[in-house]
């Protein structure tokens, strides 16, 4: 459960990665120094259920369907840091897709 004051720069984060599950944005991340693409789907719990109104969105989970791996779920608050850290892009450029 997440204790810590929601700050800012945390909103900003929080909003993006919302918006980009809202409308079902494509994303990438690292994992292991592999580039992971995917579409981003909701945010509920690891089983892809949606949040009840009582969990704090950060302790939720971004569900992601991709190619490689099927449904991930990662952790919102995980997702957030690798946002801030240049490790999870909303609509990135794909080189192997003809624009």
């Given amino acids: 459960m997440t ?6 720069p945390d ?3 929080l909003s993006a990665i919302v ?4 409308h079902g944005k494509t994303v990438a991340w690292l994992y292991n120094d ?10 509920g719990d690891p089983f892809g259920n949606f949040l ?3 969990v704090d969105v950060r302790d939720g ?9 099927g449904e991930q779920f990662l ?3 995980q997702v957030m840091r690798m946002y801030d850290e240049g490790e999870f892009v909303i609509d990135p450029h794909r080189p192997d897709k003809v624009e």
């Fill in 3 to 8: 204790t810590r004051i929601l700050t800012m």
């Fill in 11 to 13: 909103v900003i984060k």
């Fill in 19 to 22: 918006e980009c599950a809202i």
């Fill in 34 to 43: 592999n580039l992971i693409y995917g579409i981003a789907r909701s945010i």
């Fill in 52 to 54: 009840r109104n009582t």
């Fill in 61 to 69: 989970y971004l569900r992601i369907s991709t190619l490689i791996a």
């Fill in 75 to 77: 952790p919102l608050s």
